[in-house]
């Protein structure tokens, strides 16, 4: 369990402080907060905690040693073991109880939501090509498919502004050397990302690691815009769509049609 390194600066707030600060504006502080602090939260949390747990130190000795270790008696976990061994007897929490191929949950939401066209929502593991696809009309303008991933110096937009991890970790766009060859585009070239929602310019990286068609560059940059508005980080929100993920409603990521020059 981390302490504060400092206290904090100027008008800097916890998430905690500045979500009561919101619910107290909105006149819901009461039911939000619960009447505890953030810290009056982690100790409620940690007791409910011991109590599944019961050889848990107390709060103040578990925040002094910083850790605490349990070692599975049997020498390790194995997910589903009751189930596996009794599904009868262990149920999981699908509506059949059993692991679940067909979704009885999905095909209800597939049945009653209102979908745009192009959106998918099926009760089996099918692929469909999503918006923005491969076999898009729009890849005549822009016939590569940007594709986001979790990069190993954030998590998501978390530490992205720490230079040393910056300067370890460079932020770059990563191409086929296919593709890179036909735009005469070099391994740390200075290149340009495009679509009709923005551009960004940030260095290659060059690998056979990526299909020939398909870029992919990592989420969670932050937003660096020069006086065009031109961000100069590598933020894959100046890309993406504003149309939501069919199913859980978030941000399309992997689905964006872009071009690629050298700048």
Not at 114 to 120: A, S
Not at 222 to 241: K, M
Request: aromatic fraction near 10%; hydrophobic fraction near 30%.
């Amino acid at each position: 369990m981390p302490d504060q390194a400092i206290k904090p600066r100027f008008e800097c707030k916890t998430i905690y402080e500045m979500t009561s600060e919101l619910a107290k504006r909105l006149g819901v502080e009461e039911q939000f907060t619960e009447g505890r602090t953030q810290e009056g939260w982690m100790r409620y949390l940690y007791e409910q905690s011991r109590k599944a747990i019961p050889d848990l130190p107390d709060f103040d000795t578990f925040r002094q040693q910083g850790i605490y270790k349990q070692r599975d008696p049997q020498g390790h976990h194995v997910a589903y073991k009751a189930f596996r061994e009794d599904p009868q007897a262990n149920p999981l929490t699908t509506p059949s109880g059993k692991i679940e191929i067909y979704s009885q949950d999905l095909a209800k939401i597939a049945a009653t939501w209102e979908l745009p066209e192009g959106d998918v929502i099926d009760p089996l593991p099918i692929y469909t090509p999503g918006f923005e696809n491969y076999n898009d009309p729009l890849t005549a303008k822009y016939p590569l498919q940007l594709t986001g991933f979790h990069y190993k110096s954030r998590v998501h937009s978390t530490y992205g502004n720490v230079d040393v991890l910056k300067a370890a970790c460079r932020q770059e766009m990563w191409i086929n050397p296919i593709d890179a060859r036909k735009r005469g585009i070099a391994n740390g070239d200075r290149i340009r990302i495009f679509n009709d929602r923005g551009e960004v310019h940030i260095e290659a990286k060059v690998t056979p690691r990526m299909m020939p068609g398909v870029v992919a560059l990592g989420e969670g940059a932050w937003y660096n815009p020069d006086a065009s508005r031109v961000d100069q980080a590598g933020s894959i929100n100046v890309l993406t769509t504003q149309r939501p993920s069919p199913l859980a409603k978030g941000n399309p990521s992997h689905t964006n049609l872009v071009q690629v020059e050298k700048l």
